[in-house]
């Protein structure tokens, strides 16, 4: 029974193949590959940032993806998410890209869940993953994504576009968190969303190629290069800034732990 479950955490041959051109990378070799088979993430919001994250982790052999949206497919979704077409209007979003995931790499675990991430659920989603990645569209989910990933020690990267420019930014262990940079107080207006003020086709698949890659960095390597970093992208100038954060002294998740 070990012998064959130390089997199956191996490499296939046909893994082996797949996954090629990434384990001929200096500094990056079969064990970090094995890494990624191992892993769990949870990528909260199947948008236009999610969507396309997933698809890159599922590319990559990231083992296994639990997608969690509550959202259907709408035609004006199809400007910018790129794993929809037409024929997928009015299905929810997770299922439809949870079957693209698995037809896409048959050696990965995909789950949907076609709920809303809330008090009810957080912690049974979140407190068995190794990386959560979210990029969903609005405050209130991303308030409690940051706050069940303190809770739970998980670590947390996330994404966002709006218009022209994008945010990444990374949680992890004993860091500075979303509501340190963000206080709640002061970013509680949902209407700065896409569907109320507007998205360029290639913004939030930038956001999220940049999202996928610093998961695939953290998952393989163990690195965390934006930990207390947030990285502005800015898509008019096509400039990019990194700016280091402090822990708010103040912030009343980061008192909670």
Not at 73 to 83: C, K, T, V, Y
Not at 104 to 125: G, Y
Not at 159 to 185: H, N, R, T, W
């Amino acid at each position: 029974m070990t012998q064959a479950l130390d089997m199956d955490l191996e490499l296939s041959d046909e893994e082996m193949h797949l996954y090629s051109r990434q384990i001929l990378l200096d500094g990056w070799d079969i064990e970090a590959q094995e890494k990624l088979k191992l892993a769990n993430v949870l990528i909260v919001g199947c948008g236009g940032i999610g969507c396309t994250t997933a698809e890159l982790l599922a590319r990559a052999g990231v083992g296994k993806i639990t997608l969690i949206d509550a959202d259907t497919i709408e035609m004006s979704n199809l400007q910018r998410q790129i794993a929809y077409v037409e024929d997928n209007i009015g299905f929810y979003k997770a299922e439809i890209l949870a079957k693209r995931l698995q037809q896409i790499n048959p050696h990965i675990r995909v789950e949907s869940q076609t709920v809303k991430l809330d008090e009810s659920n957080a912690e049974a989603l979140i407190s068995t993953q190794d990386l959560v990645l979210d990029g969903c569209d609005n405050f209130t989910t991303r308030y409690l994504v940051n706050q069940s990933c303190k809770q739970f020690n998980v670590p947390l990267i996330s994404a966002s576009a709006i218009g022209f420019q994008g945010q990444l930014f990374m949680v992890e262990d004993e860091s500075a968190c979303y509501e340190c940079l963000f206080p709640k107080e002061q970013h509680a207006n949902e209407n700065l969303r896409c569907a109320d003020s507007g998205v360029l086709a290639t913004t939030p698949n930038v956001m999220a190629s940049l999202q996928a890659h610093h998961a695939l960095l953290y998952l393989g390597l163990g690195k965390t290069p934006l930990k207390q970093k947030l990285m502005l992208w800015d898509g008019l100038s096509m400039k990019q800034r990194l700016l280091a954060f402090e822990k708010d002294t103040d912030c009343p998740i980061c008192q909670a732990r």
